[in-house]
């Protein structure tokens, strides 16, 4: 008898034999050693180290950008192409790429996709990063599916080979990865902050100014005579009030670095994009050895024939109620990205502080979520969303009254760190939920996350330069509450179909036939 990867083993004695290497009369694949779960973990690991590099410099660019490129709004609608093209990305690109190149290969492929943009901040115009920002996103579909096909997958091979639950796995796998990929956030701009921060002998924030100058007048600050009105002018035009227009002359807080700081930032954050893809290319094994006879969303197709894949997904009732929860999670990352950034710290404290404030939002990020599984193993799905719900909301209600100043910089941290934890929990949760929910349409199911995902980007991106910061927060609390009645009525549904498949077999038994008389009995 020969057991492959794919079989259901619960015996005992086939369990302790199950790591034999054996070859099939028919080919010659082979079983998997005892150091294969070893080996799993290692490509997790290298998988994650890769993005964790990748984007510390595809974020630490990103949070910049509503700042440092502000003029006429390049920047934010750099961010907007960005995540128009990855909505194309994830319609037409997903499935193809990875059925032609394969999960690994995909991913190392879409990583160079990312380093136009990087190399677009020696030179910051319209026709330079509007293009790259372009191709990042029809890069990003194929990277985050190949990314999320490639743990599910993965998890289903370590669940077969261990015996543990496979939902426990792919969420613990994803809980992982993710606290690599948040810890991107905090190396990133923690470089962005050095740079910009180097060499700076004056006073770089208005905190100092305050204290300095509390007792005296001045003419060199152009919006202010003193600093009690300079301090109520900062309340009164940042936070929740701030409006898309403000140019530095009004506010300090928003002059842009020297050109010598950004050049010297795109220049380390290209040389990461290079070592990630090499570690993409010499440290991860190829999909291959886990899915033999797995045939995928993707199999037996070609053309434009793969498209018909995503959208029909979108027939799915489950798919279809976990859409504006996906759109929020994009939409809150928009926020915090452009406009929590130029609307609180930029205006509220200065730039060369942004990288500061967002280290806090990764650190807290990368721990959220790698305890989010094991919490989950002990509280259950539901609860943990309920949480994450009720912090996001106390979160966006309390941007909506606080006037930030510079003078209160713990509250700055604060907000970004709890924003970081009620953000993994949405990623963490929600992406393990698309695995849960559509198995064997992994490809499919993850090209609709990351689709629904950028549209309440690009949507927030492209409101950004338009509204006001106040109006921005009230359309993230009406998106936050339908996506989570959304998730909600998923939950209600699966309940109901638990408890009906336990309603049918409750009570029944088989019938057998007595050895020592010609009578059924029960077994």
Known sequence: MVYTISDKVTDPEVMTNRFKRVKTTDTDEEEFGRNEVWRIWRNILVLGFAFMIHFTAFWGASNLQSSVNADAALGTFTLAAIYGSLILSNIFLPTIVIKWLGCKWAVAASFITYMPFIASQFYPRFYTMIPSGLFVGFGGGPLWCAKCTFLSVIAEAYSQITGAAADIIVTRFFGVFFMFYQFSQVWGNLISSAVLSSGNSEIVDLAAN??????????????????????????????????????????????????????????????????ACLCVVFGVDSLKRYQKDRKGSAHGLSGLKLLAVTLKQLLNPYQILILPITMFIGAEQAFMAADYNASFVSCGWGISNIGFVMICFGVSNAIAAILVGGIVKK??????????????????????????????????????????????????????????????????????????????SVITYAYSPYLCTNVKIYLLIG?????????????VMEYKVKRDNLDTTKGKFKLVKSKSKNKEIPE
Request: with cysteine; charged share 10%; aromatic share 10%.
């Open 379 to 456: 509280t259950g799905r539901a609860p943990m969303i309920g949480f994450a719900f009720a912090l996001h909301t106390a979160l966006l209600v309390t941007l909506l009254i606080w006037k930030p100043h510079p003078g209160n910089k713990i509250m700055f941290f604060l907000m970004a760190g709890l924003w970081g934890v009620s953000d993994a929990i949405w990623l963490v949760q929600i992406n393990s939920l698309s695995g849960i929910l559509f198995p064997g349409k992994e490809e499919a199911a993850y090209s609709n996350f990351r689709l629904w995902e950028s549209t309440g």
């Open 210 to 275: 305050f204290t300095i100058i509390s007792n005296a007048t001045t003419t060199e600050i152009p919006w202010s005579t003193n600093s009690s009105s300079l301090s109520e002018d900062v309340r009164d035009i940042c936070g929740a009030n701030f409006c898309p227009g403000i140019a530095s002359e009004s506010n300090p807080n928003l002059e842009p670095p020297p050109p010598e700081k950004i050049q010297l930032i795109a220049g380390i954050y290209l040389a990461c994009m290079v070592i």
């Open 479 to 491: 998106l936050l509450v339908i996506g989570t009645c959304g998730y909600t009525v998923i939950e």
